[in-house]
C-alpha cells in the first residue's frame, strides 16, 4: 500500500505540474504561486480525519478506483498507461473532494469549527485567502475539467466521465438546502421529512456518490464495464455505512441484502469489486 500510494502522489505531481503550466490559464508568477499553494493545501491533504475512517480523509476515495480497477482486470497486471489513467480519474475525485469541502468550509455558518476543519486550518482561514476562496473553490472544479479532456478526450467514454462528474452539481445544491442552515433561519420543520431528504443527500454527497458510487464507476468505465447497472447498490451500500454502528438493526438486515444485490450482478469481477468495498467498510 506505501508504494501505491507513493505512486499515487507521483501522479498528483504530474498533474499539478500539467495544470500550473497550462496555456489555458493565463497565469502570472504570482498566481502560479497562489493556485499551486492552494492545491497542495487542499487537495492532497493527507491528514484529514472525517466521521468515515474508511473513505474519507488518506486519499482513499481516489486509491479506491485504482484497487476497484486492478479487480475488474481479475488478476491481469496494469499497464502503466492504465495505471496513470486509474490515477487521474482518483485524483479528479480528491480535486472534487477538495472543491466540496473549500465551499463547505464557507457555507456551514460554524466559524469554531470551519477555523480547523479535520485538523487543519481552513483554506479561507488562511492568511489574505478570506473570500478569495470562492473562486479557488471554482479554479479546483475547473482542474477536473482540463485534466478529463488532456488524458481522455480521445477515449470512447469520454463524455461519460463528463456526465458522472457533472452529475454532482445537484447533489451538492441539495446537500446545501436541506442540511445547512439557512443565513438568519432555523427551520426545524425539514425535521419531520428527514428520511428522504437524508437518503436524498446520502445518495448524492454525504457519503455516496463521490465516496462510493464515483470511484467505482470510474473503474467501471475504464474496464468497459456499465457503472449505471450497480448505481442502485452502492447507494444502498452508501446509506449503510453512515448508519453503521448507529442503527444495528438496519445494519444486520441489510449486509445480507447488499451481499444478495451484489450476487446478482452476472460479471464476477464487478462482483468482486463491490464485495471488496463492502467488506472494507464492514470492518
Excluded at 496494469?78 to 485524483?91: H, K, V
Excluded at 426545524?188 to 464515483?214: F, G
Excluded at 470510474?218 to 474496464?223: G, P, R
Aim: overall charge negative; glycine content about 6%.
Amino acid at each position: 500500500m506505501a508504494d501505491l500510494r507513493s505512486r499515487f502522489l507521483d501522479v498528483y505531481s504530474v498533474l499539478k505540474s500539467e495544470i500550473l503550466h497550462d496555456p489555458a490559464f493565463d497565469f502570472t508568477e504570482d498566481s502560479r504561486q497562489w493556485v499551486e499553494r492552494m492545491m497542495d493545501h487542499n487537495v492532497p491533504r493527507e491528514n484529514e480525519n472525517s466521521w468515515i475512517g474508511l473513505l474519507a480523509g488518506k486519499l482513499n476515495r481516489g486509491l479506491c478506483v485504482i484497487d476497484s480497477y486492478k479487480l475488474l482486470k481479475e488478476g491481469k497486471e496494469l499497464t502503466d498507461d492504465e495505471f496513470f489513467l486509474a490515477c487521474a480519474l482518483g485524483w479528479c475525485i480528491e480535486w472534487l473532494q477538495a472543491y466540496f469541502r473549500v465551499l463547505d468550509d464557507i457555507t456551514d455558518n460554524i466559524p469554531e469549527d470551519a477555523e480547523k476543519r479535520r485538523g487543519q486550518p481552513s483554506w479561507f482561514k488562511q492568511p489574505k485567502v478570506g473570500m478569495i476562496a470562492v473562486n479557488d473553490g471554482s479554479i479546483l472544479h475547473n482542474h477536473i475539467t482540463r485534466i478529463l479532456k488532456k488524458h481522455f478526450r480521445e477515449k470512447p467514454y469520454y463524455v461519460d466521465l463528463l456526465d458522472l462528474f457533472n452529475e454532482t452539481a445537484s447533489g451538492k445544491m441539495t446537500e446545501l438546502i436541506t442540511s445547512s442552515t439557512l443565513v438568519g433561519e432555523k427551520d426545524l420543520s425539514r425535521l419531520s421529512t428527514m428520511p428522504l431528504h437524508h437518503l436524498r443527500i446520502v445518495q448524492y454527497y454525504k457519503t455516496t456518490y463521490y465516496s462510493h458510487y464515483l470511484s467505482v464507476a470510474c473503474a467501471l468505465i475504464l474496464s468497459g464495464e456499465n457503472h449505471i447497472n450497480v448505481k442502485n447498490i452502492l447507494v444502498e451500500m452508501g446509506f449503510y455505512f453512515q448508519v453503521q454502528g448507529v442503527a444495528a438493526e438496519y445494519e444486520n438486515e441489510n449486509y445480507g441484502k447488499l451481499v444478495k444485490s451484489i450476487e446478482a450482478h452476472p460479471s464476477k469481477a464487478v462482483q468482486a469489486a463491490l464485495k471488496s468495498l463492502l467488506t472494507k467498510g464492514h470492518e
